[in-house]
């Protein structure tokens, strides 16, 4: 009995005990975490892909050790000073002078470290290299890269993502996006059926079918909303399987709503309009649709969710900003740009198939004879021989690098033309550098101006009004002076038209330039191919632009200029005017839309020759 008593309270207490070293385990777990979470943002230590990334590593790991000891023993004094006056800053002091000297040797250490483990990587690297695979940035690890299973996991990616935004889960296997899917003008009915808007009648109605039993309200008695959802699907279903509606449903979108914003949003479309712009349809399956012109219709698109969201809400701006902030995601242009990258290698293969199939050299020439026909089209439109030098030393320099590392010996070859591609990048940076402030200069001076000629219109109706009486009872003075600042506004803007214009392009260069190294990079190192036929897409890819280059370095595309006043304002008026026709259901091609804008230059032109307008600058 005794010693059975004596037992009862340390077992009572064992429970106590657990939970205290459990905590105990758990704050030591926390500070673990911590310490090494800190350490892995101080020091380098992710697995280095050769020798060279492991000297890059063990540098930055002694700088980075160097610099946080240096700020430490400057940073302690003062925060021991704060805290505790003269103790705290010598003891401040001291902790300072050790984590200056232990920092410093902890970059050392893992520096030394880093280079060790890149050069035990080298040999790796090198028959990893040699059998065509690629290192993955993220994984820190080689792969075999496949194309068609890059599509692939693209169409999963974005259709995970859009079941995401409409609220659906992981587990509904959302279809498939497929990225050679037919454009439309609205998507929304084919998104809540979970369809492509390729699907076939047949495939329409089973996703309908799938759908409703999901959210039919006799199956869903606890979702307020399911009448609501199960209505939309109805009216979605009924649309897209009739053929006719469906086809004006894709032509036009949903009915004009009597919102003014729903209106404006269904006018104006930027990918319309930058295509318009800068004539760029003809480039489109080799570049893609334009960075800039992607960004302002994503922005455009949430402008007007939040305005809709301020109208049906009763939000104030701020909250309805808040609410929709970050709905755009970096995630989601980053999968944006992957896209566009993998259509433009899918593309590229396409357009250079013959090239594999030729059986001799009249097959070469008759290849080479098609490009020239095409580059020769692209040069006739506006931008046109700039696209071609653009694309074409993007295409030349990135075939000279992969043939110059697989068929020159130390890839001498592929060296000289990575130096002369990063020669060219760097042209272009200080270009678009210089472009960026020569249009915040431009935009900055006629602010002023417009303000300074407003101040004075201003000073002068004040000072009109005064003379006049103000119980005169005319206001057509007033209504002239209004109408002379609208002029004079418009005009000052629209000098800074060529200066934004300039930067706009020089932002496009960068951006072509950036998607065809990726999309090259795609193309050359598909797994799904021998590397025989790498080579020889490399080869044909150097052929197209060598054809483009040339081309359009004959055509004036290396001096591009922006500062035709003229042409700018007639190409801005025929973009607005083919938004807008689109928008109406109207059909233009790109062919009308660069004839429109040629009569629009031409009418200029008359008119200031005629001397009834005023003459405009070139």
């Not at 039993?213 to 869903?220: G, N, S, V």
Request: proline share 2%; aromatic share 6%; with cysteine.
């Amino acid at each position: 009995m005794d010693s059975s008593s004596e037992k009862r309270p340390d077992e009572a207490a064992i429970p106590g005990d657990s939970t205290k070293r459990d905590q105990e385990q758990q704050a030591m777990d926390e500070d673990l975490a911590e310490a090494s979470e800190v350490f892995n943002s101080l020091f380098s230590t992710r697995r280095p892909k050769d020798g060279w990334a492991g000297i890059s590593s063990g540098l930055k790991s002694v700088t980075k050790g160097t610099v946080a000891g240096v700020a430490s023993l400057i940073a302690q004094p003062i925060a021991g000073a704060q805290e505790g006056g003269i103790k705290g800053f010598f003891g401040g002091l001291a902790t300072g002078v050790a984590s200056a000297v232990a920092l410093p040797v902890t970059g050392v250490c893992v520096g030394a470290y880093q280079v060790g483990r890149g050069v035990a990587n080298s040999v790796e690297a090198v028959s990893a290299s040699k059998a065509g695979m690629q290192w993955d940035q993220e994984k820190r690890e080689w792969i075999f890269y496949y194309l068609n299973k890059d599509k692939e996991e693209v169409e999963e990616l974005e259709a995970a993502l859009k079941a995401e935004k409409a609220g659906t889960t992981s587990g509904e296997d959302p279809a498939k996006m497929d990225l050679n899917e037919k454009k439309v003008k609205d998507r929304e009915f084919y998104d809540l059926l979970g369809v492509s808007t390729n699907a076939s009648a047949g495939n329409i109605k089973k996703a309908y079918y799938k759908e409703a039993r999901k959210c039919h309200p006799d199956k869903c008695p606890n979702d307020p909303e399911a009448a609501t959802k199960f209505q939309n699907l109805g009216h979605a279903y009924q649309i897209l399987s009739n053929e006719q509606t469906r086809a004006n449903y894709d032509k036009n979108g949903k009915p004009d709503s009597n919102s003014a914003d729903a209106n404006l949003a269904n006018e104006i479309d930027p990918l319309v309009f930058f295509a318009v712009m800068f004539g760029s349809h003809l480039v489109e399956p080799y570049v893609g649709e334009l960075w800039i012109a992607t960004t302002a219709d994503t922005m455009m698109k949430d402008a007007m969710e939040q305005q809709q969201a301020m109208d049906m809400e009763n939000m104030t701006e701020e909250e309805a900003a808040a609410l929709l902030a970050g709905k755009t995601t970096s995630e989601e242009m980053l999968l944006k740009q992957r896209k566009r990258e993998v259509k433009c290698a899918l593309n590229l293969r396409e357009k250079i198939m013959p090239y594999l199939e030729v059986k001799d050299e009249d097959d070469v020439l008759n290849f080479r004879a098609s490009i020239q026909n095409e580059a020769a089209k692209i040069a006739n439109t506006s931008f046109g021989a700039t696209f071609l030098v653009t694309i074409g030393f993007a295409l030349q320099v990135e075939g000279e690098e992969f043939l110059g590392f697989q068929n020159t010996a130390l890839g001498v070859g592929g060296h000289a033309a990575r130096w002369k591609k990063t020669r060219k990048n760097t042209q272009n940076n200080w270009k678009l550098m210089g472009a960026g402030i020569n249009a915040a200069t431009t935009g900055r001076k006629a602010m002023k101006e417009v303000e300074a000629a407003q101040r004075a219109m201003e000073e002068k109706k004040a000072k009109e009004s005064l003379e006049k009486g103000l119980d005169d009872g005319s206001n057509e003075g007033e209504s002239a002076m209004d109408e002379e600042q609208a002029r004079v506004a418009a005009q000052k803007l629209e000098e800074t038209i060529p200066a934004l214009l300039e930067l706009a392009w020089a932002i496009n260069i960068r951006d072509i330039s950036r998607t065809l190294k990726h999309a090259c990079k795609k193309l050359f190192t598909d797994a799904e191919v021998p590397m025989v036929t790498r080579i020889q897409r490399a080869e044909a890819i150097r052929l197209v632009g060598d054809e483009f280059y040339n081309i359009g370095k004959e055509r004036g595309g290396e001096k591009y200029s922006v500062k035709d006043a003229a042409d700018i304002k007639a190409r801005a008026e025929v973009a607005v005017m083919t938004t807008m026709a689109k928008a109406q259901g109207q059909e233009v091609s790109e062919d009308d839309a660069e004839e429109m804008i040629k009569q629009a230059k031409n009418m200029r032109a008359e008119v200031a020759n005629g001397g009834g307008a005023e003459a405009e600058t070139s």
